[in-house]
């Protein structure tokens, strides 16, 4: 594992490189397991069907999306952990990219079995103060037959990226440059889906 200084660097230049950046697993074991074991005992009761749609107002689109989400907060212990990384990216990132990140959300997803999300872009040009995109996959013993790839685009409608929802994945992008979307997979799939934004 890379130490967290080389980490930081490693997805500030790939992000001014290419706009997108794609790593093995990066966070300590110990939080990558404690995730893995929260998501994976939400409740149903807890769990919320993902809404799509400006400021996330629960428009429900089931034939877009039909993941299930539940929000971290710094009030969970182990939701504070991740919490936490993704505030001393935010400060690495604002320093060496300048970008202005004042703020970071993140929402567990569990996609059951032939749950998918259709291609799709997070933020809109001038339209969303998201910015950046994080993705982080919790999936133990991931096989390239249980599909549920993230599919990254680039221009001309190519796809650049097909990502392996592979335990302790993260991947990060550009919230307005890459359209992207997740295949049906053949076993339940969990992630945390989060995004720095900009002030506006
Ligand atoms: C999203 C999303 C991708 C994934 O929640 O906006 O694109 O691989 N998720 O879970
Ligand atoms: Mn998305």
């Given amino acids: 594992m890379m130490n967290l200084d080389d980490t930081f660097e490693h997805i500030a230049t790939a992000l001014m490189d290419k706009g ?3 790593l ?4 300590p074991e110990a939080i990558t397991l404690a995730l893995t074991q929260r998501v994976t005992k939400l409740t149903d009761k807890q769990l919320s069907t993902a809404g799509i749609g400006r400021n996330d107002k629960h ?36 320093q060496r990219l300048y970008m202005g990140l004042f703020k970071f959300e993140a929402h567990y ?8 999300y259709q291609r799709h872009l997070d933020a809109f040009k001038g339209k969303s103060n998201r910015v950046l995109s994080t993705l982080l996959y919790l999936n133990k013993e991931w096989q390239e037959s249980d599909a549920g790839e993230l599919l990254l685009y680039g221009d001309n ?8 929802p592979s335990y302790g994945k993260v991947v990060v992008f550009l919230s307005d440059r890459f359209p992207h979307e997740v295949l049906k997979a053949n076993r339940d799939r969990y992630s945390i889906a989060g995004w720095f934004y900009i002030r506006g």
């Fill in 24 to 27: 093995p697993q990066v966070l």
């Fill in 20 to 22: 997108y950046c794609i």
């Fill in 109 to 116: 997803a569990h996609y059951s079995e032939g749950a998918f």
């Fill in 157 to 164: 409608d190519t796809i650049i990226e097909t990502v392996i």
């Fill in 59 to 94: 428009h429900l689109n089931t034939s877009i999306r039909n993941d299930e989400t539940y929000w971290l907060t710094n009030e969970n212990k182990i939701d504070k952990q991740y919490l936490d990384w993704m505030e001393q990216l935010r400060i690495e990132i604002n």
